[in-house]
């Protein structure tokens, strides 16, 4: 079983930065895909970015040129850098991991004043 477990949330201003963590238990991090997805009440989730045990990622068309998803192996860790923020990206972000089955954090609050 992989536990996940983001951090990073906060409230911002419109145009600032944050960067999420999550952080896998167990062994077999490095052969999963790893994906933020982020939920609203009135959307469904929705990915937003994903890096390949590989380390090939793509990016939903709101996130591209401003988020970056990467990873650490030795640490287990995924990250996503968010730049130039906007009101709608206020959500709750998902940590996914994939290998065989789907795995899901409880999600972090991130909230973007205008």
């Not at 951090?7 to 999963?32: D, H, T």
């Amino acid at each position: 079983q992989v536990q996940l477990v983001e951090s990073g949330g906060a409230l911002v201003q419109s145009g600032g930065s944050l960067r999420l963590s999550c952080v896998a238990s167990g062994s077999i991090f490095s052969l999963m895909n790893m994906g933020w997805y982020r939920q609203t009440p009135e959307k469904q989730r929705e990915l937003v970015a994903a890096i390949s045990s590989g380390g090939s990622t793509n990016y939903a068309d709101s996130a591209k040129g401003r988020f970056t998803i990467s990873r650490d192996n030795a640490k287990n860790t995924v990250y996503l850098q968010m730049n130039s923020l906007k009101p709608e990206d206020t959500a709750v972000y998902y940590c996914n991991a994939y290998h065989w089955k789907s795995y899901w954090g409880q999600g972090t609050q991130v909230t973007v004043s205008s």
